[in-house]
């Protein structure tokens, strides 16, 4: 289990003698849901050769590029790699992958601290840093020294990538010593190329593919309000922000300037004839503005949104950035929304969206502002509450409490309802899981006789009705695993983002 990384330990000296203490990571354990979409995304992003790395690596929770070459290299027969290729193409392409996996932060060093409880590392950490003052620290320093150790945490994440290593890309100047090696560099003659350290392990860094697959729905998000273009856009900006981004949790992208932008644009991106101009704008001659003009419009549309997610950086000309945080809530409202809908239906999504754009009301207010009986409502938010979706608040008017001097005022607090619903995904997951495992158990002396050598080697020997039933299996657990990876996603959307 620590191997795979959903374990962590802890050491404490009682007495004379040292104890471990062990502890689930479950944050590591509820992205072992996240497996299959890592690999699809792999593949689309890194290739056939990015998806045999992941498929590897995922088996054995953490290895090194050496390790993991040799291990792709027993399974060749078995693996998905691009055929038609010599051995010495191959391991060259997978190491390249291996790398530009690595620079990308879909992978990410293993470090002996990983192991350690966040908890443990935390208070080793303050310790150190108490035992260096000569009187115990006051609530205020306190507070001072977790705040610089969070600012160094965050700064050792935004520096250079552990695991790799600088080298020079020449076979033929080996021979040459320090001197003769530099002045053919500054001669222009070798090339600086990075590669992976052959003694650093490395694992699947989950939290990078779910900023990109965030990423990723902001930018539909615009599709959808607008058109292909802004997408297009909002995609390319998240792309130049991505490198600079630490964690998922964070509020803004950091700035990326007008200029960078349009020299990023993919080349197939037509900003001229996607906007609609006035007769005056055109002037006389009815000439569209230039690409650059159609960009500076463009963001001044985005920005004017109603969403607010692009947005001008304060004291920087030219300067745009992605409000994070605004748009992680849009996208976990928007699914909360779906989520209702599909469950009770419209009236219920109504009621929701009433009381998120006017904040508390009362059972009366709901039942005129949306036209519905309070018998009516009075069901719809009981209905609401118990799934977790309303807060329902007291107000008593006077210090007895008693119901008939009371206000109750119902809200919806998006945070609370995510975590309700996250719940219920993990339940939902939890029970297509042990669906699975019962389909199974149904046809455990079909499996059985499937898993025999001759059967393997000839599957005439399977009758028509145990074919057809295999057929059905499979059919109904391909289901179920399509089913369990949306299941996944949402909650992901609603506790990652």
């Known amino acids: 289990m620590i191997q795979h990384n959903i374990a962590v330990y802890a050491e404490a000296q009682e007495r004379n ?5 062990y502890e689930a990571n479950r944050a590591e354990l509820l992205h072992r849901a996240l497996i299959p979409k890592v690999l699809i995304y792999s593949q689309k992003w890194f290739e056939r050769e990015g998806e045999a790395i992941a498929s590897t690596i995922l088996a054995h929770g953490k290895l090194t590029v050496v390790e993991c070459l040799k291990d792709i290299q027993l399974n060749t027969k078995s693996s998905t790699l691009v055929s038609g290729r010599s051995e010495a193409q191959r391991v060259l392409a997978i190491k390249k992958t291996f790398t530009r996996m690595v620079k990308e932060k879909c992978l990410i060093a293993v ?6 409880t966040a908890a443990d590392k935390d208070m080793a950490d303050e310790k150190r840093e108490t035992d260096k003052m000569t009187l115990p620290p006051t609530a205020a320093e306190l507070a001072n020294i977790r705040a610089g150790l969070e600012a160094q945490k965050s700064k050792d994440q935004n520096s250079s990538i552990v695991g790799l290593k600088r080298t020079l890309d020449s076979s033929e100047f080996d021979d040459f010593d320090g001197d003769k090696r530099r002045r053919l560099m500054t001669d222009g003659d070798l090339v600086i190329v990075e590669e ?11 939290e990078r593919f779910i900023i990109r697959w965030r990423n990723m729905q902001i930018a539909c998000l615009y599709e959808t309000r607008l058109n292909p273009t802004a997408r297009k856009i909002i995609n390319t900006i998240l792309k130049l922000a991505e490198e600079r981004m630490i964690n998922i949790k964070e509020d803004f992208s950091s700035p990326i300037n007008s200029i960078l932008l349009q020299n990023s644009l993919p080349t197939d991106i037509n900003l001229v004839d996607t906007l609609e101009f006035d007769p005056q704008e055109l002037g006389p001659s009815n000439t569209k503005p230039r690409a650059g003009e159609c960009l500076e419009k463009y ?8 969403m607010q997610i692009l947005k001008k950086d304060a004291g920087r000309s030219g300067q745009y950035i992605i409000s994070l945080k605004a748009a992680s809530r849009i996208l976990k409202k928007s699914l909360i929304q779906d989520i209702v809908a599909t469950r009770f239906g419209s ?7 009433m009381l998120l754009e006017k904040g508390k009301l009362e059972e009366k207010q709901i039942s005129r502002f949306s036209m519905m009986p309070v018998k009516d409502v009075r069901e719809k938010l009981t209905t609401l509450c118990t799934y977790g979706i309303l807060n329902l608040q007291e107000v008593p008017k006077t210090n007895d409490r008693a119901p008939s001097r009371t206000f109750y005022l119902w809200e919806v607090l998006l945070p ?3 975590d309700s619903l996250v719940d219920r995904l993990y339940h939902t997951m939890a029970n297509l ?21 001759d059967v393997k080697d000839d599957e005439n020997l399977l009758n028509a009705a145990e074919r057809k039933e295999l057929e059905t299996l499979n059919s109904v657990l391909e289901m179920l695993e399509v089913q369990e990876m949306r299941v996944a996603d949402m909650a992901v959307t609603l506790k990652e983002l």
């Open 299 to 306: 963001l001044q549309i985005l920005e004017e949104d109603q």
């Open 433 to 453: 899981r042990q669906r699975r495992f019962v389909e199974k158990a149904k046809r455990a002396v079909l499996l059985e006789k499937c898993e025999r050598s």
């Open 416 to 418: 609370r309802a995510a």
């Open 196 to 206: 992976v350290e052959s003694d650093v392990y490395f694992k699947i860094n989950f």
């Open 347 to 353: 009236p219920y999504v109504r009621i929701m969206n």
């Open 17 to 21: 003698r040292i104890v471990t203490y």
């Open 111 to 116: 470090k002996p601290s990983d192991s350690l």
